[in-house]
């Protein structure tokens, strides 16, 4: 998260040729116009939820046979499985 805090501060104040240009086409091109450092943290993030948080909302010391548990870690794997989706 550190990383990812750095890489998002950095682009953020010192944009590259590509952030200017899509923050150029105004709002279109800051939602159509794809940016390096953006694709980046959206690798790192998904790279996270592949390899760590869903094999880890998998392990059997997050199971607990109880109902309540069981719907908790239901909806941390729907939870995990849509935010790598959207990244």
Partial sequence: ?????????????FPA???L???AAGSHGR???PVAAGRQISLIIIGMQI???LPMTLTKTFYDPG?????SN???YIYH???GGAS
Avoid: N, P, Y
């Fill in 31 to 33: 939602l159509a116009m």
């Fill in 81 to 83: 499985v849509s935010f």
């Fill in 74 to 76: 239901l909806r941390v």
């Fill in 21 to 23: 240009a899509a923050d």
């Fill in 67 to 71: 109902e309540k548990r069981r719907k």
């Fill in 51 to 53: 390899f760590w948080d």
């Fill in 1 to 13: 998260m550190i990383v990812l805090t750095w890489m998002g501060l950095s682009a953020w104040l």
């Fill in 17 to 19: 040729d590509d952030a």
